[in-house]
């Protein structure tokens, strides 16, 4: 049994499937991994490090990936045509595939997988049950995203976060506004709370209510009967209605204006990022604020929003940098792949040490895409012969 973890290629990606740590622990599970030269680069782990684990360095991803049974990717594999170079081209019937391939956005890689008669896992479809908290790539890495924007807020604010109180005059702290409060406005939270800032928070689920105040911020919320439904089974948030979007955005509005920073986290699985933030919101808030947005990659919860960009609107900047978690390669790279290794646990039997997939487990079931050919997720509605 053969892992492979080729360089990824993805503009800004800098994170790394898996690291010394976990090559020697797949290594006890029986496998033998093979990692492409150069392939920890931007979370500065040498090929030495690699090889010392045990692991074989392939000199390039054809040589890494041809003749694996399991490839480990970050982000999901380039298809040629405008995204060059073609790595998708390098996979052949039989093989399994496991990353972050953001499926809901990317429909026709799912039918490519099938065409090409792959078995395929996307880690972010793993449920959030207890049994699965090891797998769940999206807390570990918008947990580093989350405190990765309050430290993109204060590197463009241009005062301190906490009180200071010296000899020349009190220095007041900043306000912070969270808008989201998952598993990245909750790490941005306690970030800024740390960093001595006066934080608030915001969403539209009620339960969360409790987790803000635990940190020590305050809950922004319009309380109502349709709040109570407002999460899904997973633990997302739900899309509101208009008349509720219409009530919160009149208290956002008016909290808003009394800001220093806002960071912004909110995101609907599958669907474009919800606007939280309208032109005349920012344009009400004071000269040196700074708003953080989280959730560019699919559409921005601020209406200047401008990926990879620092936007400024009279004297507000508006900071939206994609793929914040690779910011922090090294960190993001050591939990994702610990992450995958949790997964694999799960397909590589004990004993015989080599795959044995349990199509019945209910996180096999609900993260498989493909398997041998035909899309099986229900999400996709698809066959492919």
């Not at 049974?69 to 982000?75: E, G, N």
């Not at 799960?346 to 080599?354: E, H, P």
């Amino acid at each position: 049994m053969r892992l492979a973890v080729p360089k990824e290629r993805r503009a800004q990606e800098l994170r790394v499937a898996a690291t010394p740590e976990t090559v020697r622990k797949l290594i006890a599970l029986g496998a033998s991994v093979c990692v492409e030269s150069g392939a920890g680069g931007g979370a500065f782990i040498a090929d030495e490090a690699f090889a010392a684990a045990g692991a074989t360095i392939a000199a390039n991803a054809a040589e890494a990936v041809s003749g694996a049974d399991i490839v480990l990717k970050v982000q999901r594999p380039l298809r040629g045509g405008n995204e060059q170079p073609d790595e998708l081209g390098l996979f052949r019937a039989g093989q399994v595939l496991i990353g972050m391939l953001d499926p809901l956005f990317h429909r026709d890689d799912v039918a490519a997988y099938g065409r090409l008669g792959l078995t395929v896992f996307a880690m972010e479809m793993v449920p959030r049950i207890s049994r699965a908290q090891a797998m769940d790539v999206l807390s570990s890495q918008a947990n580093l995203a989350g405190y990765k924007a309050v430290l993109d807020a204060c590197e463009h604010y241009c005062r301190a976060l906490p009180m200071m109180m010296t000899a020349a005059g009190t220095v007041a702290p900043a306000r912070v506004f969270v808008m989201g409060v998952g598993v990245a406005g909750l790490q941005a939270i306690a970030t800024a709370r740390r960093l001595g800032a006066i934080v608030s928070a915001t969403d539209v689920r009620l339960a969360v209510k409790e987790q803000v105040q635990s940190l020590g911020a305050s809950f922004v919320m319009v309380e109502d009967e349709e709040t109570k439904s407002a999460e899904t089974a997973g633990g997302y948030a739900k899309e509101m209605s208009e008349a509720y979007q219409i009530k919160q955005a009149e208290l956002v509005a008016e909290t808003v204006k009394k800001q220093d920073i806002v960071i912004c986290t909110a995101l609907i699985p599958g669907r474009r990022a919800p606007l939280l933030l309208s032109e005349t919101m920012v344009r009400s808030m004071k000269p040196g604020s700074v708003v953080v947005d989280l959730a560019i990659e699919t559409g921005g919860n601020c209406a200047f929003s401008k990926a990879n960009e620092v936007v400024r609107v009279d004297g507000v900047k508006i900071v939206a940098y994609r793929n914040v978690a690779s910011r922090l390669a090294a960190d993001a790279s050591a939990l994702y792949a610990r992450n995958l290794l949790a997964f694999l646990s799960l397909l590589i039997d004990k004993t015989s040490k080599q795959i044995k997939i349990d199509w019945t487990d209910e996180i096999v079931a609900a993260s498989c895409l493909a398997r041998e050919g035909t899309v099986v997720h229900p999400e996709f509605n698809a066959r492919v012969a």
